[in-house]
């Protein structure tokens, strides 16, 4: 392809004058990409069900909500529904696995990967503020902190939930991970373990 070049248009408004050059290929072709993609748009948006209204996706979103919401009231994850038979410390690998699941969901953010603390504090050493016995911090897990930043968690962790998560924060006592944040709160010795 020869390289054009520039052409003038024939006006001139007070000197000023203008190029006669097609747009950029590149422009073009954007434009043309555009106008398709607002076709498949309307078509998979507006005259077909294929994708969700924003009505739609929200009357899902709250369906959701509502179901977890029935299914915590089925499950009755309160503290008053907790046994001690719940307070013993269970090993097995995949409760733990599960448990991990849920940390690295919600708690990570404050109590960090390894559970070295941040926001939060260090979840391994032997210093706890609310306890460090399962039944203590099952219940702080339950209630929060919600007066120094860590929510309830009973209105959005399942029962099991909770449990597979305070058996994991148990799997890891005394792991003494990198830049563990220093103690906070009472001393509590695991003798049970
Ligand atoms: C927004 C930050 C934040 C998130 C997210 C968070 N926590 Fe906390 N957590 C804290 C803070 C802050 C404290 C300390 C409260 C205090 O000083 O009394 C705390 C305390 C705790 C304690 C008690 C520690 C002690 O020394 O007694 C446990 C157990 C705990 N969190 C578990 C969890 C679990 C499990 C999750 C996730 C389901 C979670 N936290 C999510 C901020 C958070």
């Given at each position: 392809m020869s390289k054009k070049i520039d052409e003038l248009l024939d006006h001139d408004y007070d000197g000023i004058k203008?190029?006669?050059?097609?747009?950029?290929p590149w422009w073009v072709y954007l434009f043309i990409i555009t106008i398709v993609f607002s076709v498949v748009y309307m078509f998979y948006y507006h005259f077909t069900d294929m994708g969700d209204s924003q009505?739609?996706?929200?009357?899902?979103?709250?369906?959701?909500?509502?179901?977890?919401?029935?299914?915590?009231?089925?499950?009755?994850?309160?503290?008053l529904t907790y046994t001690e038979t719940d307070y013993a410390?269970?090993?097995?690998?995949?409760?733990?696995?599960?448990?991990?699941?849920?940390?690295?969901?919600?708690?990570?953010?404050?109590?960090?990967?390894?559970?070295?603390?941040g926001v939060g504090p260090n979840l391994t050493d032997d210093y706890w503020i609310h306890g460090g016995k399962m039944e203590n911090i099952i219940t702080t897990i339950l209630n929060g902190v919600p007066e120094?930043?860590?929510?309830?968690?009973?209105?959005?962790l399942l029962k099991k939930e909770v449990l597979a998560t305070a058996n994991f924060i148990k799997s890891k006592y005394g792991t003494n991970p990198p830049n563990a944040k220093p103690p906070q709160g009472n001393l509590y010795k695991e003798d049970a373990q």
């Open positions: 203008e190029y006669d050059n097609p747009l950029p009505k739609t996706e929200y009357t899902k979103e709250v369906k959701n909500w509502d179901d977890k919401i029935a299914a915590l009231a089925a499950a009755g994850n309160s503290e410390i269970i090993k097995d690998e995949a409760v733990i696995t599960s448990g991990q699941a849920v940390f690295t969901k919600n708690c990570v953010s404050c109590h960090g990967v390894n559970l070295e603390g120094k930043g860590m929510i309830t968690w009973k209105n959005t």
